[in-house]
């Protein structure tokens, strides 16, 4: 009878996509910096809309500001952890990727702004010094300082995606 077949070690456990790494870089850098205030100043904008009795056209301005909060949320930690290359397709280009969301996001929140510049307008009414009833002025003039805040804010990080590109640069950091 023949002795049986050595036993192996089980395979390592392998990880697919590597460790979980945190990039330093990019924390530090302008867009890791211009990331930060841009999820400051649009938490500012959506709670102060939210916070408020609104109706109309604040609505798309409160669409707005919170899918762009979510958004540039989710790039700020994919960047940061180093776990870009795990978004299909747009992984390899994510230094376009995150140029063409500042600028959409530029976009929607000059219009957002605008609105919110309308409504302001429209509630000027009762910023009198007797004025007694219950008034969003006072919010919707603190949402259009926001939003504005946020387009300055997004056209910077655009720009400086877009500078970095045509420099040939891949990275974001």
């Known amino acids: 009878m023949l002795p049986p077949p050595p036993r192996q070690p089980p395979p390592q456990a392998r ?3 590597g460790a979980v790494s945190l990039q330093r870089a990019f924390l530090r850098g302008p867009l890791g910096v211009l990331r930060l205030l841009q999820l400051l100043a649009g938490a500012a904008f959506w ?12 609505h798309f301005a409160l669409f707005v500001s919170v899918l762009f909060w979510l958004l540039t949320l989710g790039l700020y930690f994919l960047t940061l952890l180093g776990k870009h290359e795990l978004v299909p397709v747009l992984g390899s280009r994510w230094l ?8 959409l996001a530029a976009a ?4 957002a702004t605008g609105i919110m510049i309308s409504q302001t307008q429209s509630h000027s009414y009762c ?9 969003a ?5 603190a949402a259009a300082v926001c939003g504005g805040l946020c387009l ?3 056209l910077l990080s ?9 420099q040939g640069e891949q990275e974001v950091a």
């Not at 910023?127 to 008034?135: E, F, H, R, T």
């Not at 002025?137 to 003039?141: D, Q």
């Not at 655009?158 to 045509?166: E, K, M, P």
């Open 15 to 17: 990880t697919a996509r």
């Open 47 to 58: 709670i102060t809309i939210a916070t408020s009795r609104y109706q109309g056209p604040v």
């Open 96 to 103: 376009v990727v995150n140029a063409a969301h500042d600028l």
């Open 108 to 111: 929607l929140y000059g219009a």
């Open 127 to 135: 910023n009198l010094k007797d004025y007694q009833m219950s008034c």
């Open 137 to 141: 002025y006072h919010a919707f003039l």
């Open 152 to 154: 300055g804010l997004y």
């Open 158 to 166: 655009a720009l400086y995606g877009c500078c970095r590109h045509f």
